[in-house]
């Protein structure tokens, strides 16, 4: 059977992996797994080629007995708010998150509006691929009702934070799904907005979407000439949010999430979770705070499902993708925005003073090209050889490739899903320590390819 799904719904290069043949597949795939029947929310970013894939889903739906939702332009974090708020039996939500305008993809969102897991999306590519899917009656055919969830979503937001002061905050939305909406929450919760690439355009002429440093520039720029509080950064869909300090640079994304997940710690034991490539940092700001810290796999359906399992109260990933499951069960970047405005009031302190005292680390990357027939053999036997290795060792975790703690820092190796590569990451409290990890542990590699 072939595959349709990567790590975050299906996605492509519209016209190649991502047709409206497939689209409506999917629709119709996704009804018949639904048992022909209920309301499904569709939401979409501005893509050029998204009015016509949502007319292929949708049509896809219809055809299966679904009625639909259709919310237009909207967050990705909108549509699981959506699903949740109109008791929905699920959501899909067109969009390609951070890739370039000729991608586009397709994200669904059970009835609790979290994503898709690996097992309900082999469902939907069973019926796919087995053409499984079955054509509604004249009569049963589904309904489209269009639907503004934009002010309630609003409210459900704002509604989560009390702030004592008009922050002043710049919004950079990369002309994407939050260009409309982070500014207007931004104002109702009492900010002074300035807002750049706020203005939806699905060919994105502001910036790259990738929310990285080197495409942030600007928005440093901006923050620091009008004196704000705050920068913010999106990616394509703001499922992500990114946070530049009121000095004008971007902050680390491992430190952010730090703080982010410490301050939703109520009680002693509160579980939160992050992924295996996420900074020691998170783990000592955590138990400072007496919490726990669960890792798993990298990509935000793991996360949220670990949440689920755990009953964990935050979970997170360094890129900006964070689930305050108290809220929704998927990514929000826009609550992730308002949470980070509630910290600085609350502490009455600026983002880097906020920062500044958390431990140092550093962190370090390589990738060692590695034919794709090795990968396994490698992987299976990485764990044996670096405990060998490193004396230090003080423990093995296997929950996505092979993250070997040690002592005074870790390395983790991880081989690629779609490259001839195997990928290192090494971190510890100095440059010098992290590269002696890193360089050892490519040593091991290097004589097991
Ligand atoms: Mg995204």
């Given at each position: 059977m072939?595959?349709?799904?990567g790590?975050s719904g299906v996605r492509?290069l519209?016209?190649?992996?991502i047709t409206?043949?497939?689209v409506?597949?999917?629709?119709?795939?996704?009804a018949?797994?639904?048992?022909n029947?209920?309301?499904?929310?569709v939401?979409?970013?501005p893509?050029?080629?998204?009015d016509?894939?949502?007319?292929?889903l949708?049509s896809?739906?219809?055809s299966g007995?679904?009625d639909?939702?259709?919310?237009g332009?909207?967050?990705?974090?909108a549509?699981?708010?959506?699903?949740?708020?109109?008791?929905?039996?699920a959501g899909?939500?067109i969009?390609a998150?951070?890739?370039?305008?000729?991608?586009?993809?397709v994200?669904?969102?059970?009835?609790?509006g979290?994503?898709?897991?690996?097992?309900?999306?082999?469902?939907v590519e069973?019926?796919?691929?087995?053409?499984?899917?079955?054509?509604?009656?004249w009569?049963?055919?589904?309904?489209?009702?269009?639907?503004d969830?934009?002010?309630?979503?609003?409210?459900a937001l704002?509604?989560t934070?009390?702030?004592?002061r008009d922050?002043k905050?710049?919004?950079d939305?990369?002309?994407?799904?939050?260009?409309?909406?982070?500014?207007?929450?931004l104002?109702?919760?009492?900010?002074?907005?300035?807002?750049?690439?706020?203005q939806?355009d699905?060919?994105?002429?502001?910036r790259?979407?990738?929310p990285s440093?080197?495409?942030l520039?600007e928005l440093?720029?901006?923050?620091?000439?009008?004196?704000?509080?705050l920068?913010?950064?999106?990616?394509?869909?703001?499922?992500r949010?990114?946070?530049?300090?009121e000095?004008?640079?971007v902050a680390?994304?491992d430190?952010?999430l730090?703080?982010?997940?410490?301050?939703?710690?109520?009680k002693?034991?509160?579980v939160?979770?992050?992924?295996v490539?996420?900074?020691?940092?998170?783990d000592?700001?955590?138990?400072n705070?007496?919490g726990?810290?669960?890792?798993?796999k990298?990509?935000d359906?793991?996360?949220?499902a670990?949440?689920?399992?755990?009953g964990?109260v935050?979970?997170?990933?360094?890129c900006?993708?964070?689930?305050?499951?108290r809220?929704?069960?998927?990514p929000?970047?826009l609550?992730?925005?308002?949470k980070?405005?509630?910290l600085?009031d609350?502490s009455?302190?600026?983002?880097?003073?906020?920062?500044e005292p958390?431990?140092?680390y550093y962190m370090?990357?390589?990738k060692l090209?590695?034919?794709?027939?090795?990968k396994?053999k490698v992987?299976?036997?990485v764990s044996?050889?670096?405990v060998k290795?490193?004396?230090?060792?003080?423990?093995?975790?296997?929950v996505?490739?092979v993250?070997?703690?040690?002592?005074d820092?870790w390395?983790?190796?991880?081989?690629s899903?779609t490259e001839?590569?195997?990928?290192l990451?090494?971190?510890?409290?100095?440059?010098g320590?992290?590269?002696?990890?890193l360089?050892k542990?490519?040593k091991?590699?290097?004589?097991?390819r």
């Open positions: 072939g595959r349709l799904f790590t492509g519209v016209g190649k992996q409206p043949e497939i409506i597949g999917l629709g119709q795939s996704l018949s797994l639904l048992g029947s209920g309301t499904v929310v939401g979409k970013d893509r050029t080629s998204s016509m894939l949502e007319g292929c949708i896809g739906l219809l007995g679904c639909v939702k259709r919310l332009v909207v967050p990705t974090p549509v699981s708010f959506a699903v949740k708020s109109l008791r929905a039996k899909a939500m969009t998150s951070h890739n370039p305008p000729e991608y586009n993809g994200k669904f969102f059970d009835s609790s979290m994503a898709y897991t690996p097992g309900l999306e082999s469902k069973r019926i796919y691929f087995g053409k499984k899917w079955r054509q509604a009656s009569k049963e055919i589904g309904e489209v009702e269009d639907l969830i934009l002010e309630d979503y609003i409210e704002v509604g934070v009390q702030l004592s922050y905050v710049v919004v939305c990369g002309n994407g799904a939050a260009s409309l909406v982070t500014p207007r929450m104002r109702e919760a009492g900010c002074k907005v300035i807002s750049l690439n706020s939806p699905g060919l994105f002429p502001g790259p979407l990738e440093s080197e495409n520039v440093c720029r901006v923050v620091r000439s009008t004196e704000s509080d920068g913010i950064a999106h990616d394509g869909d703001a499922d949010v990114v946070i530049v300090s000095n004008g640079s680390s994304g430190e952010v730090a703080i982010v997940a410490s301050s939703q710690l109520t002693k034991g509160d939160i979770v992050t992924t490539d996420a900074s020691k940092v998170v000592e700001v955590v138990v705070g007496g726990k810290v669960v890792r798993t990298v990509g359906v793991s996360v949220a670990e949440i689920n399992r755990r964990a935050f979970g997170g990933e360094p900006g993708a964070w689930i305050f499951p809220f929704s069960m998927a929000e970047g609550l992730g925005a308002l980070v405005l509630e600085l609350v009455e302190k600026k983002i880097s003073e906020l920062l958390l431990p140092q370090l990357r390589e090209a590695c034919p794709e027939e090795k396994a992987m299976s036997a044996k050889k670096l290795e490193f004396s230090e060792t003080i423990g093995v975790l296997k996505d490739g993250r070997v703690e040690l002592l820092g390395v983790l190796v991880r081989a899903g001839p590569y195997i990928r990451t090494a971190e510890a409290r100095t440059p320590r992290a590269e002696e990890i360089k542990a490519a091991v590699l290097k004589r097991m």
